[in-house]
Nanobody
């Protein structure tokens, strides 16, 4: 019913930049919060950044000043601009979207996850 497709990961040198995208499609009535998480090998999945439907953002302390989350509501897409990347940013990045499923009217609220995209920061 709802799909999230991520893109934009890859290998980058320390100090470099990457931009992740996550596009939602399907039976979507409205989108609430959109977020990015990351999971490094052997570690738990951690919250990186969130953005509300009104555009309010919040960041993990480890990425403040380097990462920027944004959203394009007509395109149902959330972005994560990552600058000044460090080796410790290496992880699989997942988008998470909270939305109302439905067409003409909302049916139910649910969280969805993207498939994950690998970001590797290494020289």
């Amino acid at each position: 019913q709802v799909q999230l497709v991520e893109s934009g990961g890859g290998l980058v040198q320390p100090g470099g930049s990457l931009r992740l995208s996550c596009a939602a499609s399907g039976r979507i009535f409205s989108i609430n919060r959109m977020a990015w998480y990351r999971q490094a090998p052997g570690k738990q999945r951690d919250l990186v950044a969130t953005i509300t439907s009104g555009g309010r953002t919040n960041y993990a302390d480890s990425v403040k000043g380097r990462f920027t989350i944004s959203r394009d509501n007509p395109k149902r897409t959330v972005y994560l601009q990552m600058n000044s990347l460090k080796p410790e940013d290496t992880a699989v990045y997942y988008c998470n979207v909270n939305l109302w499923v439905g067409v003409a009217t909302p049916s139910y609220e649910k969280d969805y996850w993207g498939q994950g995209t690998q970001v590797t920061v290494s020289s």
